[in-house]
């Protein structure tokens, strides 16, 4: 029986297939890729790690954390300023770690705290040395 606008070959069901497997194939070596460029796998890391610190330092403490790999790799993927690539979000208690536009790694800080004056600075003396500088209260 032959029906308008039905296509029902062999052919068409291989080509969807290929299609699937395309898109499958294609956004496995984009995520594999971010990792191994150290973008995603590096995002992890420091949104882990100072959320830990924020867990761990009593109110009031004043941090400060040398980020310099994070702040290198951010520029040479394209961030503008230093300051879009550690985001705290008070209001959520997390830390939003951004090294490449429109991608970033978030990671929530158990304690009931507000993180104030967070700004990245060039360490005086190294013109490739940044460090993250943050007060817990």
């Known amino acids: 029986m032959d029906r308008k606008g039905v296509v029902d070959t062999p052919a068409m069901r291989e080509l969807l297939y290929f299609i ?39 109110s009031g403490t004043k941090v400060t954390i040398d ?6 790799l951010a520029f040479s993927s394209g961030k503008a ?9 008070n209001l959520n208690k997390e830390i939003i770690v951004s090294l490449k536009e429109g991608q970033g790694s978030r990671f929530s800080f158990l304690r009931n705290v507000t993180v ?19 007060t817990v209260k």
Do not use: C, M, Q
Request: charged fraction near 20%.
């Open 20 to 58: 699937l497997l395309a898109a499958f194939f294609i956004t496995y070596f984009v995520t594999v890729g971010a990792y191994k460029r150290g973008d995603a796998g590096l995002e992890d890391v420091y949104a882990k790690e100072i959320s830990r610190i924020i867990d761990s330092v009593p």
């Open 81 to 89: 300023r230093a300051n879009e690539i550690f985001i705290f979000d």
């Open 67 to 72: 980020v310099t790999p994070a702040v290198t």
């Open 116 to 134: 104030v004056d967070s700004h990245v600075e060039l360490i005086s003396g190294g013109i490739d040395s940044h460090k993250l500088v943050f």
